[in-house]
């Protein structure tokens, strides 16, 4: 702890005062309440951990004429995104290569060339039935998704009944169904309850799917459904 008076009170410090944490940034300095940091070896931190390690590692592997690809393909603004000031963010090629690699990763496969853009059609998730201990199922308007394509689902835990926009961490990767297990019904009552365990009546939960291109890394939303757990 380092704390800086003048007259009576304190001008400046850095550390933890009697729980408030003092610090700050050219933006100015600020006191906030202590937090205990959150554990950094839970398993699927070490899981997300060793899959950038991996795709960094994989980047460094890779030849000068493929990263100069990856260069090429992030330029041409396809993978271009807007953050929520409306602003473009066009991504380097080192960028992109880690954000389709990591996308990869559930999928246990990976990519090392330039990449080409696919256009995904993802069939849409039209209806999430949750029944309390322990059965949920998913409605797709489609039974069917392209050879190379998974469905990854994620999903949150019961939460209260007046949620209706649940923070991003709150979603949790529970399943991927590949092309020949994916139909228009899909139970996911097993992975659910392994993360999350049983269903609590009258909670709501929430689930999204998202397309994933199993040979590019693009991926495309499926859309997300809202349910009260009966």
Known sequence: MVIIWSGIGITNGKG?????????????RMASNYRKPISRYEPTQMLQRNRFQTAVASWNDITDSQRAGWN???????????????ETIR???????????????????SISTAP???????????????????????????????????????ATR???????????SDYIFIDIIDSGSFSSSIAISTPYTTI???????????????????????????????????
């Not at 991504?91 to 496969?109: C, I, V």
Request: glycine content about 12%; proline content about 6%; hydrophobic content about 40%.
């Open 16 to 28: 933890i005062l009697g729980g408030t944490v003092l610090s700050g940034n050219s933006a100015g």
């Open 196 to 230: 999350f365990g049983k269903l609590i009546a009258d909670c709501s939960i929430f689930v999204s799917a998202t397309l994933l291109d199993g040979s590019s890394g693009d991926r495309a939303s499926a859309g997300l459904i809202r349910d009260i757990i009966s």
């Open 158 to 168: 019961s939460l209260s009944p007046g949620i209706f926009s649940p923070r991003h």
């Open 91 to 109: 991504p380097s090629g080192y960028q992109l290569f880690l954000r389709l690699n990591l996308s990869l990763a559930p999928a246990d496969t």
């Open 72 to 86: 090429a393909a992030a330029a041409t603004g396809d993978w271009d995104t807007t953050n929520s000031l409306g």
């Open 116 to 154: 080409s853009k696919p256009t995904l059609s993802p069939p849409l998730l039209t209806a999430v039935t949750a029944t309390a201990p322990s059965t949920i199922g998913l409605t797709f308007d489609s039974g069917t998704i392209g050879g190379s394509e998974h469905m990854l689902i994620f």
